[in-house]
């Protein structure tokens, strides 16, 4: 979902008839050293599966789920049956069309901007021909208000943030092209040149990297890690943040991008291999909506049945493994046996849907703990479509930050080709405490005139042409709040500080499956069981894996090169933390 808005941006814009994809060689992901863009390039398919009729079943409907069902079909199976407990397609691949009459003018309630270092997400958009382009209004792009403690300031398209932010822009930007030298202990390599380690295929030398920033951060969240950087004797960028008035502002408003004050309580190498993975550059818009990809997945037809027409509109209330495969019991009791199972939904709705963790689950220890205790962010969105893009005829911002309620504005242009075409204002992109606080704000009415009136403190002239079309608050804005959403629980995985290793019990689950004393027949993916919740990459990512298990597992033949056989967990989560060695916490 992309909670950094673009904080780079390095490549060339993509020219009319190129693809993200092609503009970059591809790289395994920091965590995993796996490079799934290679690999889809060079395999057809992920391999052949025996023609014996086994059900494979797919518990969610989401890009995990439907990746797995194209991936199974396509390496011969013919009984995949998913279910899907929403009655939609897509997951948190979630686009709305506000009418039916104007379907292109759309509300991402999940994912939406798309950096092209995801290379199994851009491999299926070239692959279903779905375009991606670099028109989202991020901060600083475009004409930007930041507002801060009661003042307003000016950020003008693509020129430099405000002056209040030198001190913090000049100490993260120094951090992530020049790395951290502690006063006692091993210099960290900058996060940009781990990512040309990876780029250039020196694995070995990005894990002794990665390994050294587990050591030292591992146990730390965002904001002491923060503190360990720049209240140092060292600080990147030459100079101490002000404490706490630095810290606040960073807190509030980022470098101008955002504020990231509510990921503070998470892991500081959650945000750190965001930029080693390039996750926060370069990020890109689909105009069609990202759900478009879950709409080709769901299209495509196998044996006569399309993927859509196999989705059983049912909940799965439990998953419990038997000696021959897998029973799953449905909300209405009924009970289907399947001989392998791929569940791509939540962990929470793992754990409190489908009693995937209980007593006797096929499920290890340490795999169960990780399913409970994995974090979910909260997370909230409300959208509104406009008579007139207002913001072009008036010359306001395209984009607003603040440190108050609504946070983050952004103004979307689905039709740039006609000015008089209506607009669609992203009026609050909220995370964490910002937005459980707007659960209390009422229905779309009460929400969005609370939101538009917080919005006037930063932009009065703004504010006033933030009304829905015909004064309609039911059609015309649209509103979510994830952690309210039946079967999400919360938006997606964000690891608290010590929770990596939680992550790597999960992405690598799959990999039981390679004995057959171990092989759960049951496999975990979706992006909460992924280094990369927030991502659609994550989703793909695990889906592939569970794939190529259940391929093995079944006793198919999974093609050279795969996930399964050629990536093994790289990193030890338990060194004692130099930072606590060296007394930094």
């Known amino acids: ?104 003018f759309l509300a991402e309630m999940g994912a939406m901007r798309f950096p092209p270092s995801e290379y199994s997400l851009f491999h299926y958009l070239n692959q279903f021909g779905i375009e991606a382009n670099s028109n989202f209004p991020d901060p600083g792009e475009v004409l930007t208000n930041l507002g801060y403690q009661g003042q307003t300031y000016t950020w003008p398209a693509k020129g430099n943030p405000p002056d209040m932010f030198a001190t913090v822009h000049a100490g993260w930007t120094a951090f992530i092209s020049d790395g951290f030298t502690p006063s006692s202990g091993p210099a960290l390599l900058a996060p940009v040149a781990i990512t040309e380690l990876l780029r250039t295929g020196q694995y070995g030398a990005a894990r002794s990297a990665w390994q050294a920033y ?107 493994r038997t ?108 995370w964490e405490d910002d937005a459980i606080k707007q659960l209390a704000l009422g229905d779309n009415q009460q929400r969005v005139q609370r939101l538009v009136a917080d919005l006037a403190q930063t932009n009065a002239t703004f504010a006033q042409y933030v009304v829905p079309i015909d004064n309609d608050y039911q059609t015309y804005v649209k509103t979510i709040d994830w952690d309210l959403q039946p079967g999400y629980y919360g938006a997606f995985k964000l690891n608290f500080a010590g929770g990596d290793a939680q992550s790597q019990q999960l992405f690598f689950q799959f990999q039981d499956s390679k004995q057959p004393a171990t092989d759960p027949f049951i496999y975990l993916a979706g992006d909460s069981c992924s280094f990369t919740g927030g991502w659609v990459e994550g989703a793909l990512q695990t889906g592939i894996n569970a794939v190529c298990a259940v391929i093995r597992s079944l006793g198919g033949s999974v093609v050279p090169n795969n996930p399964l056989d050629n990536m093994s967990p790289p990193y030890d989560y338990t060194a004692t933390s130099t930072s606590e060695a060296i007394g930094l916490r």
């Open 1 to 104: 979902m992309a909670f950094i808005p673009n904080l780079r941006r390095r490549k060339p814009v993509i020219a009319a008839g190129e693809t993200a994809s092609t503009q970059q060689a591809t790289f395994g992901y920091i965590d995993t050293l796996f490079d799934y863009g290679a690999f889809l390039a060079a395999s057809p398919a992920l391999g052949t599966l025996p023609a014996s009729g086994q059900t494979i079943a797919i518990i969610g409907a989401g890009m995990g789920g439907l990746v797995s069902a194209y991936e199974l079909l396509r390496a011969g199976a013919s009984n995949v049956v998913l279910y899907e407990a929403s009655g939609r397609i897509g997951g948190r691949a979630y686009s709305i069309s506000f009418t039916s009459q104007a379907p292109a």
């Open 214 to 320: 587990i050591d030292m951060f591992g146990n730390q969240s965002f904001y002491s890690a923060l503190q360990t950087l720049f209240s140092g004797a060292n600080p990147p960028g030459g100079k101490q943040w002000r404490n706490p008035d630095d810290y606040e502002l960073f807190g509030a408003l980022g470098v101008g991008s955002g504020g990231l004050g509510p990921m503070y309580p998470v892991a500081f190498l959650e945000i750190v291999r965001l930029m080693v993975d390039e996750l926060e550059t370069d990020q890109l818009f689909i105009p069609a909506g990202i759900e478009s990809l879950a709409q080709a997945f769901s299209q495509q037809v196998f044996g006569g049945l399309s993927i859509a027409q196999r989705v059983v509109n049912t909940p799965v209330s439990r998953i419990a």
């Open 323 to 430: 000696g021959e495969g897998v029973m799953l019991t449905l909300a209405d009791g009924s009970n289907e046996f399947a001989d392998r199972v791929i569940v791509t939904a939540s962990t929470r709705a793992m754990q409190i849907d489908m009693a995937l963790t209980a007593p006797a689950s096929a499920l290890s220890p340490q795999q169960c703990s990780a399913v409970n205790d994995v974090h979910l962010t909260s997370s909230s969105k409300v959208f509104v479509m406009t008579q007139r893009k207002f913001w072009l005829d008036e010359n306001l911002p395209a984009n607003i930050q603040t440190d108050t309620l609504v946070r983050g504005v952004y103004c979307l242009d689905y039709a740039p080709d006609n000015p008089d075409a209506p607009g669609v204002v992203l009026l609050s992109y909220a």
